[in-house]
Structure formats: structure tokens, C-alpha cells
Nanobody, 127 residues
Framework: QVQLVESGGGLVQAGGSLRLSCSAS????????MGWYRQAPGKQRELVAV???????NYTDSVKGRFTISRDNAKNTVYLQMNSLTPEDSGVYYC?????????????????????WGQGTQVTVSS
């Protein structure tokens, strides 16, 4: 099974920066899409940014120009650099791995699952 471990959350003042990291267990997986979602109290979880294994990215409008998603495919690690943070960015940030492939008995990559989630990391931006 794929396990995702996030780190890097914390408390920061408005205008500050944080960098989140998320590592998938082991390098034996290939992950097509990795992303970050967030959930504020009383709100639904929303997409923040996603990145494909080829480096294509997509961001929700509210973070464009402030957040940057990147990844290290060899380490199955995704990062989220967050700059110019505002209180509206506060919430629990979750890492997601979608379209995951693992080696089978023959050493060939095959699909093993979709939509894996980390445990979440809290980001709090004070005004």
C-alpha cells in the first residue's frame, strides 16, 4: 500500500511563507498525479494544486502566482511552496497521490490503485 507523509505545516504571519513536503512510502511506486488539497473549518476540501509526473501543473485561482507545486519523481515526493500567505489560506493541507503503479511479479509496472491521502498537516496564518 502507498502511505503518504506530510510535513512543513505550522503557524505563520500573514505575508509569510511555508513549504510543505509529502513523501510516498518507498521508491518502488510510480505516481502519475500528485497534489495538495486543503480543508478549512466548516468548508469542503478543495483542490489547491496538482502536478503530473511530466511536470504539468494546475492551480486553483486563489493561489496562482503565490504557490508553487513541484515534485521529485525519483523520491516520490511533492512540495508546495506557499508565499504571501493570507488568513484565508489557513486549513488542513492534505497530500494526494492518484494513478499509482507498482511492479508486479514480472517486474512490470501495473496499476495498483488511485486516490491515496496523507494524514494532513495544519497551516495557520495569523492576521
Amino acid at each position: 500500500q502507498v502511505q503518504l507523509v506530510e510535513s512543513g505545516g505550522g503557524l505563520v504571519q500573514a505575508g509569510g511563507s511555508l513549504r510543505l513536503s509529502c513523501s510516498a512510502s518507498g521508491s518502488r511506486f510510480r505516481i502519475n498525479v500528485m497534489g495538495w488539497y486543503r480543508q478549512a473549518p466548516g468548508k469542503q476540501r478543495e483542490l489547491v494544486a496538482v502536478i503530473s509526473s511530466g511536470g504539468s501543473t494546475n492551480y486553483t485561482d486563489s493561489v496562482k502566482g503565490r504557490f508553487t507545486i513541484s515534485r521529485d519523481n525519483a523520491k516520490n515526493t511533492v512540495y508546495l511552496q506557499m508565499n504571501s500567505l493570507t488568513p484565508e489560506d489557513s486549513g488542513v493541507y492534505y497530500c494526494n497521490a492518484d494513478q499509482v503503479y507498482g511492479r508486479n511479479y514480472y517486474g512490470i509496472y501495473e496499476a495498483i490503485g488511485t486516490d491515496y491521502w496523507g494524514q494532513g498537516t495544519q497551516v495557520t496564518v495569523s492576521s
